[in-house]
């Protein structure tokens, strides 16, 4: 699972979509693996705009990631040396690191989300998921029972 994409995840219990505890989810026991990708600027600058910067740098912080900027980059053509390092930090954070196995954890209700071979389980238990209505389930059930014969 690439660090990107923790930058657009929230706890997905209903209790928690309000809080704003539940953004970033945070890591436990991860085990993480630097895979080397080709330097790509032009997806950074597209993609800076959407990224919380406060959420990455926690992120980058609980792994022990510490060569960020404190400040979000604003990528020009006339960039420094430093800025321009400031963004391949980025890139290597963001697009080369990925956790292979390990949990993330909701801040707001403790609920951890196991990730197995670098794939994040968002399945809620049924007491916890938003569609755990019976009638809601005998109605898909049974919807499939009348298509199977």
């Given at each position: 699972m690439k660090l990107l994409t923790v930058n657009f995840l929230t706890c997905a219990i209903r209790s928690c979509k309000t809080s704003p505890l539940s953004f970033p989810l945070h890591f436990r026991d991860a085990e993480l693996e630097q895979q080397e990708i080709e330097y790509n600027p032009i997806f950074l600058q597209n993609i800076l705009p959407r990224l919380d910067w406060d959420a990455v740098k926690t992120t980058a912080a609980?792994?022990?990631?510490?060569?960020?900027p404190a400040i979000k980059p604003s990528p020009s053509a006339a960039m420094t040396e430093t800025e321009?390092?400031?963004?391949?930090?980025?890139?290597?954070?963001?697009?080369?690191?990925?956790?292979?196995?390990?949990?993330?954890?909701?801040?707001?209700?403790?609920?951890?989300?196991?990730?197995?071979?670098?794939?994040?389980?968002?399945?809620?238990?049924?007491?916890?998921?938003?569609s755990s209505n019976p009638s809601i389930l005998n109605s898909v059930g049974g919807g499939l029972r009348a298509q199977g014969g």
């Open positions: 609980e792994i022990s990631f510490t060569t960020l321009e390092q400031g963004m391949r930090d980025l890139h290597t954070l963001l697009l080369e690191t990925e956790v292979r196995e390990g949990k993330m954890v909701c801040g707001n209700c403790g609920h951890e989300y196991p990730i197995k071979e670098g794939i994040a389980n968002f399945l809620l238990p049924n007491h916890l998921g938003e």
